[in-house]
């Protein structure tokens, strides 16, 4: 049987036992990372587009432990992203950057130790399938002309090659001998040519079968059957001594083992591990977060009076110690802390002096127990100038509080021995709040609120002072740290201040002097000052 004949049969052969010829090139395995700037979901939809069986993406959660590990920093620059491809061992590695005013996606190629030349695809519905379409062709094209196919193929070829089991090689001086005998033996013995040849398994074997077993996969049984009953070469003459060659040894194909933190996760498959938008939820862009901690608070009332001798006196305690709880919530940033309704949210806020007791004047041996808190609770926006943990952040909100001072006067012969009214204020409260990273563990805090005072409590009854106008406000300054993903530690300084200007109504205002035709008591100014050292828990 001619050469091209015997090649064609052992086709056949492979064909028919299902033993597909081994691809030689492999996936390209790239690094999708996070698009900057995205808040409308393009990442995901990226991702989506990418979903291709010529591609392979390195799991987020892979390059994330990887950036931990290198010590890169959360803005990566063109030498952090080289670094970062070369440890994965990459063919690729796309960096995406979302301009949401241009309506632009900005998408930049590193492979091969070189950053390719930028381009952008226009970004109209990121969920649609025109868009889907349009960064896959894109893309794909790109990555084929920064990453040949050759490259790919030879790192697949040399995988197969080491997998792929090797031919039985002829030894030396084995293959003549053999060959002699085929030459020498009649053509009317077949039986004998097939022991000339070796047998397999104890069945004779054609040459045609040698020849598809040499090739076949050791996972392949070899085909005892001949295909076709073809004419042998003449056999060994009669009487012939020559000892057929040994049967080579099977080759056993080599196992590449697989590198212990290897996760390569197929695009197909991409979709059935979720990927993370914003592992860690830095501490400017948070879900929820939860503060518990100490407070202090001291009070400052004074009165503004005309000179006379019964005026009422100013009222003032050093600050005592209280427990304080803050709370905020932004849901939409559970999914995307990056998107505009990431920054909608409610938040609140309840603190409490533990252990305020006072004295009257007038019964110095009776201690007075006394209740000092405030509370707050609304919503509030957040803007966020980037999306970086290094970010400023504006909190714009508002809400309903109250504030309330009030002594417990039932140990006291007369109520009118403690000439100080209890206050119980109920309010709005709008304002904002700026926080200012410096570096990634500390941060400064400021915030300011006005107080729209809605009800007073005691002291505008007709017995007391009446009725006032009022104004309000309150401020704070703060330093947080940073301890961990998880973890913050804020220390802050507040102060609060009430001015009333009494319109004359009340007893205690008009009746100091014994003349209640003039006005004794303009008004009255109500200061609170302290702070808090809170450890919050942050999401």
């Not at 790919?152 to 002699?180: I, N």
């Not at 080599?254 to 590198?259: D, F, G, H, T, Y």
């Not at 591990?273 to 977060?289: I, K, W």
């Not at 012969?413 to 000439?419: A, E, R």
């Amino acid at each position: 049987m001619n050469r091209p004949l015997r090649w064609m049969i052992c086709a056949a052969v492979i064909a028919m036992a299902g033993l597909a010829p081994p691809a030689f090139a492999r996936p390209t395995r790239i690094v999708l990372t996070k698009i900057d700037g995205d808040a409308r979901g393009v990442g995901q939809a990226v991702a989506d587009a990418l979903d291709d069986g010529d591609l392979t993406i390195v799991s987020d959660s892979k390059v994330e432990r990887t950036i931990e590990r290198l010590g890169l920093p959360a803005k990566l620059g063109d030498r952090d992203l080289e670094k970062l491809a070369a440890e994965l061992e990459v063919d690729a590695l796309v960096k995406g950057t979302f301009d949401r005013r241009a309506k632009k996606l900005k998408f930049t190629i590193f492979a091969n130790g070189k950053k390719g030349k930028p381009f952008t695809i226009q970004v109209g519905n990121a969920k649609s399938d025109k868009f889907r379409k349009q960064v896959h062709t894109t893309l794909i094209a790109k990555l084929a002309a920064a990453v040949p196919a050759d490259e790919v193929a030879e790192d697949a070829g040399a995988a197969d090659d080491d997998a792929r089991p090797k031919k039985a090689s002829k030894k030396k001086g084995t293959s003549k001998e053999t060959d002699d005998a085929v030459a020498e033996a009649p053509a009317d013995s077949p039986k004998q040519a097939a022991k000339a040849k070796g047998k397999t398994k104890g069945k004779p074997k054609t040459t045609d079968d040698a020849v598809a077993d040499a090739d076949a996969s050791p996972k392949q049984p070899a085909r005892s059957k001949p295909l076709e009953e073809a004419p042998l070469a003449p056999p060994a003459a009669e009487g012939s001594t020559t000892e057929p060659p040994a049967a080579a040894p099977p080759a056993v194909a080599k196992q590449v083992a697989a590198r212990d933190d290897e996760e390569l996760t197929p695009a197909t498959h991409a979709r059935l591990e979720p990927r993370p938008r914003d592992p860690g939820h830095s501490a400017n862009l948070v879900a929820l977060r939860a503060d518990l901690g100490m407070s202090m608070s001291g009070r400052d009332l004074r009165f503004k009076t005309t000179a006379l001798a019964n005026a009422p006196k100013p009222y003032k305690n050093a600050p005592v110690p209280g427990a304080r709880f803050e709370g905020e919530l932004y849901p939409f940033a559970f999914h995307d802390p990056r998107s505009a309704l990431a920054g909608l949210g409610v938040a609140g806020d309840f603190d409490q002096t533990l252990a305020l007791t006072l004295r009257a004047s007038a019964e110095m041996t009776v201690p007075l127990k006394t209740t000092e808190r405030h509370y707050s609770v609304g919503l509030r926006y957040r803007f966020a100038f980037g999306h970086t943990p290094t970010s400023p952040t504006l909190t714009l909100g508002g809400g309903y509080g109250a504030r309330t001072f009030a002594v417990n006067r039932a140990g006291l012969m007369t109520s009118d021995s403690l000439d100080l009214p209890d206050v119980n204020y109920k309010l709005f409260d709008p304002g904002l709040a700026f926080r200012l990273p410096l570096g990634g563990m500390l941060a400064v805090t400021f915030g300011g609120r006005a107080l729209l005072v809605t009800a007073v409590g005691q002291i505008q009854r007709a017995d007391q002072y009446g009725n006032a106008k009022m104004l309000g406000g309150s401020g704070s300054a703060g330093l947080e740290l940073i301890l961990g993903n998880r973890v913050a530690l804020r220390v802050a300084g507040e102060a609060t201040q009430l001015t009333y200007k009494f319109d004359g109504t009340g007893a205690l205002a008009t009746s100091r002097d014994g003349n209640a035709a003039t006005l004794d008591v303009r008004g009255a100014t109500d200061r609170y000052y302290g702070g808090a050292a809170t450890l919050a828990i942050l999401y």
